[in-house]
């Protein structure tokens, strides 16, 4: 089963924008870090962007100035708002929740595909 849902993946065409959401369970305590990384086809998984409990955001290189994270702590959800995408931003995108208090556990999602083509 699941601990992480993600949802909002799809097709679309370069320079469009979709919007990824992130539920978890909210049984999840003392979580550190929210973010999202995607993984390409023939590549390694990378980092896309965090969000700490403290609220600081940072953000791959690749993707400043056009991605946005988000939560929402009531819901229990994180988002990952994309603009401008580009072909290059094709690729899995997966959810990942890290919690702990002396030990750091890290819980991810099934992963969402986004596909930018024209």
């Known amino acids: 089963q699941a601990q992480l849902v993600e949802s909002g993946g799809g097709l679309v065409q370069p320079g469009g924008s979709l919007r990824l959401s992130c539920a978890h369970s909210?049984?999840?305590?003392?979580?550190?870090?929210m973010g999202w990384y995607r993984q390409a086809q023939g590549k390694q998984r990378e980092l896309v962007a965090v969000?700490?409990?403290?609220?600081?955001?940072n953000y791959a290189d690749s993707v400043k100035g056009r991605f946005t994270i988000s939560r929402d702590i009531a819901k229990n959800t994180v988002y990952l708002e994309m603009n401008s995408l580009k072909p290059e931003d094709t690729a899995v995108y997966y959810c990942?929740?890290?919690?702990?208090?002396?030990?750091?556990?890290?819980?991810w999602g099934q992963g969402t595909q986004v596909t930018v083509s024209s």
């Open positions: 969000i700490t409990s403290s609220g600081n955001r």
């Open positions: 990942n929740v890290r919690a702990g208090l002396a030990e750091t556990w890290d819980y």
């Open positions: 909210g049984s999840i305590f003392s979580i550190k870090v």
